[in-house]
């Protein structure tokens, strides 16, 4: 029989969990309750909701509307999202992730004190990325995104900076960022930088590392939107090559489940926990049959 283990530091983060558990609170309330952008990138988890009434809907479609409740994200918004439902008299049920709202202060609160000084607001993160662009909210959009080192051609370092981090950035990726731009600085420009990434995001990879070595074969569980569930993922094969990508418990291939192999499941901060017993449970169902 295959020894199958269920990774008990995948799934969820806080920020899911909260937006989640408050989404479900005003569902049972009644009415309609509209969601601004996915409230997880996980198609079946967004699935499971919008049947208990969940309504997703984008930025276009929330300007339109007006006496609705509308459910913010873990991600963050701009201030322009608050802005229109102040003007259209929507009801906002304000799920922003506690750690991003305090990026977000942190931002806008250097942004200010530093728009006369020609500093630029440098933040490491990826472009389109619904916290990225609430991040850019807070300096009217004059921030510089910075995804790969490459894109650090776009700073000038003969003037000052000041580094932010998406919440959800690998550590070791961040400090690459700060040890190119502190050798590059000239002058008397000054560089500082905040260490804004979640550790329980950014844990994740020395742990999902260290589950992966522990078995034959490992099934990562996430939605195909996951941001987080790409890098997760590029690890566990990085120290597990037989590691499968899956998104549904119908996705496993029966032909790689082995006699006696050691099975890990794991997943990424938006992979709920149902979903990876699901995939446990299948695995049981096809080797029942197979024996």
């Known amino acids: 029989m295959s020894n199958i283990e269920i990774d008990a530091k995948s799934g969820f983060c806080f920020g899911v969990v909260n937006a989640i558990k408050k989404a479900e609170e005003e569902l049972a309330k009644g009415g309609v309750l509209y969601c601004l952008g996915d409230i997880v990138h996980n198609n079946l988890e ?19 509307l007006k006496n609705a409740r509308v459910l913010l994200r873990a991600h963050g918004e701009p201030p322009s999202t608050y802005k229109t439902a102040k003007d259209n008299n929507i ?73 932010f981090s998406q919440t959800t ?36 990879i020395p742990n999902i590392k260290e589950f992966a070595q522990k078995h034959n074969i490992i099934f990562f569980v996430a939605g ?26 119908s996705d496993i291939d029966p032909n790689v489940l082995s006699a006696n192999a050691s099975i890990g499941i794991c997943g990424a901060t938006s992979t709920p926990k149902w979903q990876m017993e699901a995939v446990e449970a299948k695995i049981d169902e096809i080797r029942l049959v197979k024996n």
């Open 169 to 204: 950035k690998p550590l070791d990726g961040f400090q690459e960022i700060i040890d190119i731009i502190q050798s590059r600085m000239t002058g008397d420009a000054s560089f500082e930088y905040f260490d804004t990434i979640c550790r329980q995001v950014s844990n994740r």
């Open 224 to 249: 195909e939107k996951s941001s987080n569930g790409k890098v997760l993922f590029a690890e566990c094969k990085k120290y597990n090559p037989n590691s499968y990508f899956i998104t549904t418990p």
């Open 46 to 64: 967004v699935d499971r909701l919008e049947k208990l009434g969940l309504k997703t809907i984008n930025h276009e479609e929330f300007a339109q």
């Open 91 to 163: 009801d906002i049920i304000d799920a922003s992730c506690p750690v991003v709202l305090r990026l977000q202060k942190k931002i806008h609160d250097k942004y200010d004190n530093e728009k006369d000084n020609n500093t630029q607001i440098v933040i490491y993160g990826k472009n389109g990325h619904a916290e990225v662009n609430g991040l850019l909210g807070q300096t009217d959009s004059s921030a510089i995104v910075i995804e790969k080192k490459d894109d650090l051609e776009k700073l000038d370092f003969s003037k000052n900076i000041c580094l």
